[in-house]
């Protein structure tokens, strides 16, 4: 479990053991808006000698105010986008291996959102992605998770060419009251919460889909995808550029090699 806050995480790992005993799980810190942290982290997993079959890159902020994180990038994108794609880049070779060595197939699942529809008119903001002028928090959220599935398809696309016996899908988990809502407006907040107990999902229901893009026999080999309720749907026309997923990665590659 790679983590943000220890505390939270070693209590969520009580938590799990004391419910399923067999179950072995590390704690690992992980601030996904700082590329010194990922570097770290992916530094100490490599060293670790463990396998690693399935990365799901799941960790989010939503309709933040606007902000830089520590390496000078707006946040939401810092956050939801760069820091996974970083680690993903950082992982991929211990992927690689562990397929080989296994000759069971890695996957890796991105958690978008249907939110990726709902972004800026030209979908990534390239030549403003860290500024305040026309920053909208939602759309700003929106163009995060639309760049969750333009890289698993770009990175889908380029491991096809390798012939690595890795996946790369993405998915939507549905509307789950977390606290990724915590930014906002706290009456907005309640009204939601009182109309989104007839629309919502548990966590547990939330996970699902996730859950079996990750594990399930059926989806084996099927790669650059987008699913919801446990089965493959069609993004935006955003999403399927393929032409803007290339850019993404170019563009994401000279962020973290900068």
Known sequence: ???????????????????????????????????ASVRKFASEF????????????????MAAPFALSQDGLELQFATNHIGHFLLTNLLLEKMKSTSRTSDIEGRIVNVASDAHKITYSEGIRFDNINSPTGYKSYLAYGQTKLANILHANELSRRLKEEEANLTAN??????????????QNPFLSAAFGAIAKFGTKTIEQG???????????Q??????????????????????????????WNFSMNIISA
């Open 46 to 61: 490599n060293s670790s000698n463990l396998p690693l079959n399935i990365l799901i890159n799941n960790a989010g902020i």
């Open 219 to 248: 989806v084996k080999g099927i790669t650059g995808k987008y699913f919801k309720d446990n089965n493959v749907c069609t993004p935006s026309s955003k999403a399927l550029d393929q032409e803007m997923a290339e850019k993404l």
């Open 207 to 217: 996970a699902a889909t996730t859950c079996y893009v990750a594990l399930s026999p």
């Open 1 to 35: 479990m790679a983590v943000r806050n220890v505390s939270s995480g070693n209590t969520i790992k009580e938590a799990i053991v004391k419910e399923t005993p067999s179950a072995k799980i590390d704690v690992m810190e992980l601030d996904l808006s700082s590329m």
């Open 170 to 183: 993405s998915i939507h988990p549905g509307v789950i009251m977390t606290n990724i809502f915590r930014y």
